[in-house]
T-cell receptor, first 113, second 114 residues
Framework: ETGVTQTPRHLVMGMTNKKSLKCEQH?????MYWYKQSAKKPLELMFV???????ENNSVPSRFSPECPNSSHLFLHLHTLQPEDSALYLC????????????FGSGTQLSVL | DQQVKQNSPSLSVQEGRISILNCDYT??????FLWYKKYPAEGPTFLIS?????DKNEDGRFTVFLNKSAKHLSLHIVPSQPGDSAVYFC?????????????FGKGTHLIIQP
């Protein structure tokens, strides 16, 4: 149990579907992150929320839409994705968001058909 | 352009021997470095970290060395055990006024052979 829970673990969707990824952290942290891991690539930072405010949007296409209703929950809304968006999407949290270790969830393996 | 580089995609080491994983970085602003370990179908888990004010940090079988002048760090695992077989990611961060997250390398797949 890492303290960061992601659902679903696996997701298959068509290019016209709308789906959402959910992340919940039970660590009392104030910062939450979305990372993308594609095959043979480094983990890529997508979004950062610090104290519920979005502080980073790493040039992510608008077909990915994050939502952070409170410090414990983070969503990633997906719509009209492309096959190249197939990847492992990882949620993470940290205490304050200032250059410290991150705690990761197990990820959602997304396949876009 | 990759700011954190792990040039060895995989490394095979015999059980009981020392495993040395290497990482190079290009951003001289990085001042905090971490190693993460990842098993298949799981998220990365934190292993060990080092601040730029140090050149070595040790935790049990794991030691991280930092050479700032060479912009190089390494993770030593001794003795290597079968459970150490995993993908190891090097990560770094720079000081800033907000939550910038971590910059990761591509990872090195460590295989411990019996």
């Amino acid at each position: 149990e890492t303290g960061v829970t992601q659902t679903p673990r696996h997701l298959v969707m068509g290019m016209t579907n709308k789906k959402s990824l959910k992340c919940e952290q039970h660590l009392g942290h104030n910062a939450m992150y979305w990372y993308k891991q594609s095959a043979k690539k480094p983990l890529e930072l997508m979004f950062v929320y610090n104290f519920k405010e979005q502080t980073e949007n790493n040039s992510v296409p608008s077909r990915f839409s994050p939502e952070c209703p409170n410090s414990s929950h983070l969503f990633l809304h997906l719509h009209t994705l492309q096959p190249e968006d197939s990847a492992l999407y990882l949620c993470a949290s940290s205490q304050q968001g200032y250059n410290e270790k991150l705690f990761f969830g197990s990820g959602t393996q997304l396949s876009v058909l | 352009d990759q700011q954190v580089k792990q040039n060895s995609p995989s490394l095979s080491v015999q059980e009981g021997r020392i495993s040395i994983l290497n990482c190079d970085y290009t951003n001289s602003m990085f001042d905090y470095f971490l190693w993460y370990k990842k098993y298949p179908a799981e998220g990365p888990t934190f292993l060990i970290s080092i601040s730029s004010i140090k050149d070595k940090n040790e935790d049990g079988r794991f030691t991280v060395f930092l050479n700032k002048s060479a912009k190089h760090l390494s993770l030593h695992i001794v003795p290597s055990q079968p459970g150490d077989s995993a993908v190891y990611f090097c990560a770094a961060s720079a000081p800033g006024g907000g939550a910038d997250g971590l910059t990761f390398g591509k990872g090195t797949h460590l295989i411990i052979q019996p």
